[in-house]
């Protein structure tokens, strides 16, 4: 299931579409939103420096507006805001994020065609 | 572990790293002067003069002082009545045992204090009270004079510490807002303070002594102005020594005048309060009418010039820590720009003369020295609530990244950008190859990929790195942002230990433009920045796969049955290609990647037979299932130990 970009989105968006979000996990977004409080916030995704080879994900809460410079997607299902920064977006372009549920426990898991390699934790990534 | 897709973490969704749980609601903070014998607060709302506020009978100060005496707790002038009869249920001066652990309390007090898990707690009959607990108390009374004065919640607030307070006792301090109902945006050093009031951060650079005269405490600070931010570069004082030895001592006078030798309670008290009263005439008049009515002393006129000769042996206390506090900060009296005064004790002209006489210029008198401090800390609370001001740059966020150069040239940001101060950060970085002994520290500040783009802050060596397989060598790098905005970063070898350390003044005279500026830039050069990292990551990985296949090399000498005539021929010329490709600068990512990967496949045959043959002669009478088993194993553990970190730039290679 595609994110859709909002009209009035602070940047146009140009097709594809930047991110794939699976329903599972833009549920579970939702309800975090909900449990946390705060409904109307958005999720930041993306990619800053750090971690033991290089860069690392970014995954958190936001309560502001979307930034000048961000890219405004709503996922189909559940209608939950993703904000990207247009730096991250160079490297996360056609993630697939989806909510995994089993032995290794619960989260979100993140398949980013961008990246050559990771490290052992996982939690860092190279281009 | 190439195969990330496969090994990739789960995520959760996380708080933003900031926690700005809400915005701030600007023109409605207000400062807080938490002294040891009163304090008092301000407010300077939306960029106006701070003032202090009054209670309804127009007294600024509140006695740090509270009662618990009954049911009810009480504070300020009222706790301080009770305090005779009741001394063990009357707290004052808490701001002594603030953060402190029962061997710390070192002087004489006299509370029953029961400790317990490194924690006193005060016994004021009933109730055990925490030193937080009581501060808490004072702080409330003053924050609900703020509500009354602004007509509603007080949105939050900066409390002044003295410049020596450790840790703990500022922990302590910000935990007492907290119970009080405050948001404390920021704990502010008392001399600091007192400069923000004067408007001395206005300036490029400067230097400055602070002379804080208290009732029982006296405090000298020298501070360093940089770029718009203050720092403590030395502090000294004396914790028993104050305008109340003055009035001690004139009380005492007083009495042998009137040819007591023995005075009671009643005549001690009344002799104080005159001899307080008449102290603070003398500081504008020349003489004073006083009488003793208990101790049977009447219409005595006292001079000033007496009360000077009483109280210069006292005053003359102070000059040696305020020698020592300059030679600490290594400056001479000429150096300095500016010298403030605190404390309702500095109104007394013979010490005024006195700190002329040490630091050679006149002080600064213009604001009241008691209520100085807390008119900094209501300018700072107003800038912090978000309060537009003229030429402020005090920042309690990171406006750019700070980060370290590694390998390549490539930008490891260590604390990122809109981190709230202070914080610290740590990462662990390895070593590029075996001859490696040393790694320099490159400090940047910016948003770029490449260091050669962002500001360089800092660089220095770590020497002393023992020699270790590639990626072995562990050297931890810690990034310190205190709260006035140094950095201090340490780089450390974790094996031997060794270590090196700088301080450095990230730029704060930035403007909330030029910061917007440089990130914009970084977002409009995200591309080639990527493409640069690219490039430089691939040729650090190539760098140290070449590295490792020439070793190998040198290891293997002329021994056919691990490499033979052709395939050596074949690995030589995989390796002249490397060469050519690290020589040349302008080789793409991709471009680079490709000539690795075929030194990688042309030298995996001979790396493999390397392998096995240690393996055997290592591991004889194993399985090679074992054997395998095992090598995953090692890698595992590797993985899990944090892989390897960003080499940092090599030095100091040893030749040889």
């Given at each position: ?6 009209n ?61 410079s961000?890219?405004l ?23 697939r ?31 | 572990?190439a ?9 959760q ?48 100060l509140?006695p ?23 001394p ?24 029953r204090?029961v ?101 029982g ?17 030395a ?41 307080r ?32 000769a009483?109280?210069?042996?006292i ?52 604001l ?7 008119f ?29 150069e ?48 962002c ?11 023992p ?13 310190q ?16 230990g ?16 030029e ?28 760098g140290?796969?070449?590295?490792a296949?020439?070793?190998?090399l ?29 020589a ?19 030298s ?32 595992d ?14 030095v ?5």
């Amino acid at each position: 299931m595609n994110a859709s970009a909002e009209n009035n989105a602070p940047e146009a968006l140009a097709a594809p579409l930047p991110l794939v979000v699976t329903a599972r996990a833009a549920k579970v977004m939702r309800d975090q939103l909900v449990r946390r409080g705060t409904p109307d916030a958005a999720i930041r995704f993306g990619i800053r420096g750090g971690g033991c080879t290089g860069y690392s994900y970014m995954f958190q809460f936001e309560d502001g507006p979307p930034r000048a410079s961000d890219t405004l997607l709503v996922t189909e299902a559940f209608a939950v805001r993703i904000y990207l920064d247009p730096k991250s977006l160079r490297l996360v372009r056609n993630t697939r994020i989806d909510f995994e549920t089993g032995i290794r426990g619960h989260g979100f898991r993140f398949d980013n065609p961008n990246v050559s390699s990771a490290c052992g934790c996982g939690e860092s990534v190279s281009f | 572990m190439a195969d990330s897709l496969d090994t990739s973490a789960l995520f959760q969704i996380e708080e933003p790293e900031a926690p700005r749980a809400r915005r701030r609601a600007a023109g409605r903070a207000i400062g807080i002067d938490l002294g040891t014998t009163h304090s008092l607060v301000a407010v300077a709302p939306s960029g106006a003069a701070p003032r202090v506020l009054a209670d309804a009978g127009g007294n600024v100060l509140v006695p740090s002082v509270v009662s618990y005496v009954g049911a009810d707790t009480r504070v300020g002038v009222a706790a301080r009545a009770e305090q005779v009869d009741h001394p063990q249920q009357v707290i004052s001066s808490v701001k002594r045992f603030m953060g402190r652990s029962a061997q710390d309390i070192g002087f004489s007090h006299p509370y029953r204090i029961v400790s317990a898990d490194g924690v006193i707690r005060f016994d004021v009959g009933g109730r055990r009270l925490t030193p937080i607990e009581v501060s808490a108390e004072i702080l409330a009374v003053l924050r609900t004079r703020a509500e009354v004065e602004l007509g509603g919640a007080v949105d939050g607030a900066v409390i002044t510490v003295p410049a020596y307070f450790d840790d703990a006792q500022r922990q302590a301090t910000k935990d007492a807002g907290r119970i009080a109902g405050l948001d404390v945006y920021r704990l502010l050093a008392e001399p600091t303070a007192a400069a923000l009031a004067y408007g001395l951060d206005r300036g490029d650079t400067g230097l400055f002594a602070v002379y804080d005269l208290g009732g029982g405490t006296f405090d000298i600070s020298v501070l360093r102005l940089r770029e718009g931010v203050f720092q403590v570069l030395a502090t000294g004082g004396d914790s028993a020594l104050g305008g109340d030895d003055f009035d001690r001592a004139l009380a005492a006078w007083l009495i042998e005048r009137a040819g007591v030798t023995a005075p009671d309670h009643g005549q001690t008290a009344e002799a104080l309060h005159v001899a307080r009263a008449a102290k603070e005439t003398l500081s504008s008049e020349d003489v004073v009418a006083v009488d003793l009515p208990r101790a049977g002393l009447a219409g005595f006129e006292l001079t000033r010039a007496q009360l000077e000769a009483i109280v210069t042996p006292i005053a003359r206390r102070t000059i040696s820590p305020c020698r020592q506090a300059l030679k600490d900060a290594g400056i001479a009296p000429e150096e300095l720009d500016g010298v403030v005064l605190v404390g309702g004790s500095t109104r007394t002209p013979l010490v005024r003369r006195l700190v002329e006489q040490v630091f050679r210029r006149e002080p600064l008198v213009d604001l009241d020295p008691d209520q100085v401090v807390a008119f900094g800390a209501a300018i700072q609370a107003d800038i912090l609530s978000g309060s537009p001001r003229e030429g402020v740059t005090l920042l309690d966020v990171v406006p750019l990244s700070l980060g370290l150069e590694t390998m390549g040239g490539i930008v490891e940001k260590i604390i990122a950008r809109n981190s709230t101060i202070p914080i610290a950060a740590r990462q662990v970085f390895t070593n590029y190859s075996e001859q490696q002994t040393a790694m320099t520290i490159h400090v940047v500040q910016g948003e770029r990929e490449l260091a050669a783009d962002c500001k360089s802050l800092a660089r220095f060596e770590l020497r002393g790195i023992p020699r270790l397989p590639p990626s072995m060598a562990r050297v931890e790098v810690v990034f310190q942002l205190d709260a006035d905005a140094l950095l201090t970063v340490t780089a450390r070898e974790l094996m031997t230990g060794a270590k090196q350390t700088v301080e450095v003044k990230p730029t704060y005279g930035l403007s909330a433009a030029e910061v917007d500026a440089l990130v914009t830039e970084s977002y409009d050069r995200a591309e080639e920045d990527f493409a640069a990292r690219s490039s430089a990551e691939a040729r650090v990985e190539l760098g140290r796969v070449a590295l490792a296949v020439r070793a190998a090399l040198d290891d293997a000498g002329d021994d056919v049955s691990v490499l033979p005539a052709e395939e050596r021929e074949q690995v030589v010329g995989a390796l002249a290609d490397a060469d050519a490709t690290l020589a040349a600068p302008s080789a793409s990512g991709k471009a680079t990647d490709a000539v690795r990967l075929r030194l990688e496949t042309v030298s995996e045959p001979f790396a493999r037979r390397r392998m096995e043959r240690s393996l055997l002669s290592g591991m004889q009478g194993k399985r090679v299932e074992e054997v395998e088993r095992a090598i995953d194993d090692e890698g595992d553990l590797d993985a899990r130990r944090g892989g390897h970190g960003p080499e940092l730039t090599g030095v100091g290679h040893d030749e040889g």
